[in-house]
């Protein structure tokens, strides 16, 4: 089962902060690197979590792909949340 959510009102250097700050933070990887539409894949201790992103007319939406079950959903979204609210 995949699960989607989206932000509105991130421009692209929103977005080009929110993949610097992930990539730092969590080791987060873009492919593309420079794209708008793609994935992301972290390595935790407990799992990979890979998303699809896209955006497209300032809306930035991340589908799960895969998660390790340990990890809540809820938490991917939140950090996704903050991690956004922090480029703004």
Not at 12 to 24: P, V
Not at 39 to 60: C, I, P, Q, R, Y
Request: hydrophobic share 30%; glycine share 12%.
């Amino acid at each position: 089962m995949t699960s989607s959510k989206a932000w509105n009102g991130v421009t692209e250097a929103i977005f080009d902060c929110i993949k610097a700050t992930s990539e730092k933070d969590h080791g987060t990887k873009y492919d593309p690197p420079h794209g708008d539409q793609g994935t992301s894949t972290t390595d935790t201790a407990v799992g990979t979590v890979v998303l699809g992103f896209s955006l497209a007319n300032g809306t930035l939406t991340y589908t799960i792909q895969k998660k390790p079950w340990i990890v809540p959903e809820s938490s991917i979204w939140e950090g996704i949340g903050d991690t956004i609210n922090g480029c703004r």
